[in-house]
C-alpha cells in the first residue's frame, strides 16, 4: 500500500499537447498500456534518458532521433521494456515508429518511442501497430489522467501534479505524469516521467530546467539501487501560453522554476510513496558534510542498506545499523564524537554518545509511523542532501520474485 | 539452511595456541560465548580490521593494544558488538582487558579484544568478568571446534578449516575458524575469522601474507552490501613446528601460502553457504574486463543487486537484470556486442545476441539448482574476478527484521 499518496483526480491541461490511450494487450489485459502524446509544431523538448550502458532499444532510437529532428510524437507502452534483445529490439522499436510514421504522415525520426516493463521478452509490434489508428483518431488535450494510468507497471497507484503560476498576470500551468515503482535509484529509473507547459522556452533553456529538475528530484530517491535499462524523462513546453521564458523577468524565472522544481520532486517523491512493497516512506537527511558528494555518499549508503530498510520495515530503532552505513560511505573523515543523529525529532545521538531523552521505547514509537526521517548531523562542514527510500519488506521479494510469473 | 555446508568435525590443534569457551550468558543462553585465546611466546600476530569509520569499542582497543605490545590473548565474545555506545563502549571493552589481565598476570596491551552481535546495547562486563576465572584455568590445545560454536551470532552453523603441508619432511599445520552470516561485504564484515600456524613467521612477514589471503577470500564475498563495524581477521604463527617461514625455498613458501589461502577461501564461502536466509549460493564472474577494479565494480554490482538476487531465489533466469546491474556499475565502455553471459554451463547470451541453445527452460533448469554460476564475458581486457553471495529471500528479511526481539 502506498504511503499518503492519492491518485491524481484532475490533471490540467496543456494546451499544445494532445494525448490518446489504448489497450493493445501487450502483457497486461482489460486496461490501457499504449499512451501516444502529439506536440503542436514548435514546441521545445528535453529529454533525460538512463546512463546504463546497457540500455533498452527505444531509448537508443529515441537518442537518435533527438539529433536528427524536432519531436512531434512521443509512444510509449507498458507491459514490455523491450530490453535485452539485440537488433531485434532495435528492429521493433524502429518498426513502431516507422508504422506510426506512415499512420501520421510525419518522418519516423520526429518519433520518440519509451517502454517499460519486463526485460528480455520480445516486443509484440503487431498489437502495438494495430493500436495506432485509434490512437491517432482519440487525440485529446484532456487525457493526462489516462495516460498516467497506462503507462503504470507495478505502480499501485498513478501518478501525476498539476500546478499553475501567475506570471505578470498570464496564468501558466504545468502538468506531469510519472511512473515507476521498483528497480529505482539516481540515475533515473524504472521509470518514466512526461512534463509539460505551455511556456515558450528554447531547447537549450529547457535542456538546462530539466537537467537541474531532475538533479533535485529524481536523482535523490531510490528503491532498490538499481538503475534500469529504460529510464526517460521528457519535459515539453509548446508556448501556446504565448509567453516567452526568456521575456521573463529574473523573478518570473524564478517562480516558475520554483514550481516546475516541485512538480518534478512531488512526482518523484510519490514515487517512493509507491515504492514496491513500500511500508515506510523513509528520509534520509544528512547534515554537516565536507561536500554535497560527501553528504550524497553516505545518505545512499544508508539509503540501500538492507539492514536498515529491513529494521525500518520492523519498526526497530535499530540506529547502530544507520551509523554503521553511513561509517562505511566514505574516505573522508567523519568524527563520532562530532554526530548527532535524530529519528523523526527524536534525538537519539548527541555529539557522539546515547541522548539523554532516547530509550527503547520513545525510538519504537518513532519507527512505528509510516513516515520516517533520519537526520545525521555530521559537524564536518556545511553541505547537505535529503534523499528518499523505501524500507525493505516481504512484499518486495514478493512482488520481485514473482514478477515474470 | 546453508548451502553444501557441513559443520567440521575435528580442527586439527595447533602447538603454541590454547583455547577456552565459556557461556556467559551474554545474549544468549545455554551455550558458549566467550573464547579465549592464549598465543605461546614469541608467537606472530597479523590483524585487518573494519575500515567502518564508526568502529567499535573493541576494534579501537585491539588497535590500541597492536601498536604498544605482542598479543598474548584474544578475548571474544558473541551476543554483544559493544558497538555505538560512544565513550561507554571503550570504558567497558577497556574493563574486560583489565580484569583478564589482573587474573592472568600480563598488561592488558598484551590483550585483545573482539565482540559481535547487537550494535547498541551496553556490554554486560560482570558476566564476562566472572567467567575469566574458568577460562584462564579450562585452556587447551584441542578446543578450536568450542571455539568456532562460540563465536557464531546468526550462524546457523560453525565454520572452520583445518589442513596440513609437508615442507621437505615437516609437516605444519593450520587451522581456521570464522563466523559470519548477515552484514557482510568486503572490506571485512560482521565477521571474525581466527586462522594459526606453527610455523614460525616474522611478524611484518605475517602481515603481508595475511593481507593477501584476505584480498582473494573475505574481499570477494557479500551478502547485504553492510560492512560491519566489528570485523576483524587475525592471523597467529606460533613457530612451534621450529620451522620458519624464512628459511624455506621460493617453493615451499608457495606451497604453505597456496594451503593457507584455500584455507580463507573456504572460510570466505562458508560464510556465504551460510548467509542470512541464504537459499541459493551465487558465484558471479566477471571476465574480460580492462582493469580488475571495473571487474570488481561490476560484479558486486550485479551481487548487490536486489532485483537479481530475488530472481535468484525465485529460480527465475531473469537475466536482463544481471545485465541492467553490469550495465550501471562502471563508467568504463561496456559494448553490447561483445557481451556474453552463462547461468552456470548454459550460454543465455552470445556476443549481444540471445544464444540459440538458450530457452526459458533451460534456463529456469539451471536457476533452480542451489548452487548458480553467473559468467559475465565483456571482451574488453584480460581482468577477471570471482565474488560470491547469496540470493534475497523473505527469510533474510525475517532474520534482520526480528533480529533484537
Redesign the interface.
Known sequence: MAISLQPPTKLLPIAGIRIATAAASIKYQDRDDLVLFELAKDSSTAVVLT?????AAPVEVTRAHLDTSKPKYLLINSGN?N??????GLVDANRTCISLAANAHCDRSEILPFSTG???EQLPVDKIESALPALLSGLREDAWLSAANAIMTTDTIAKGVSDQVNIDGNIISITGIAKGS??IRP?MATMLAYVATDLEISDQVLNEILIQAVEQSFHQITV??????NDSCVLMATGKSNVSFNDLSKQAKDSFILKLNSIFLKLAQAIIRDGEGVTKYISIKVEGAQTKAVARDIAFAIA????VK??A??S?P????V??????A?DE??Q??KISLYINKLNV?NC???SKEYNEESGQKEMQKSEIEFCLQLGMGDSEITVWTTD???E???I??????
Request: with cysteine; glycine share 12%.
Open positions: 546512463k546504463n550502458q546497457f540500455c521494456a530490453a535485452g534483445l539485440g537488433k531485434q519486463v526485460i528480455g521498483g528497480m540515475d532498490d539501487g538499481d538503475t534500469s535499462t540501500h542498506s538492507p539492514l529491513t529494521a520495515f520492523a526497530d535499530n540506529w547502530g545499523r551509523l554503521a552505513a553511513a561509517g562505511r566514505t573523515p567523519i563520532i564524537e545521538i557522539g554518545e546515547r525493505l519488506s516481504h518486495y521479494i514478493k520481485n520474485a514473482e514478477y515474470r510469473t
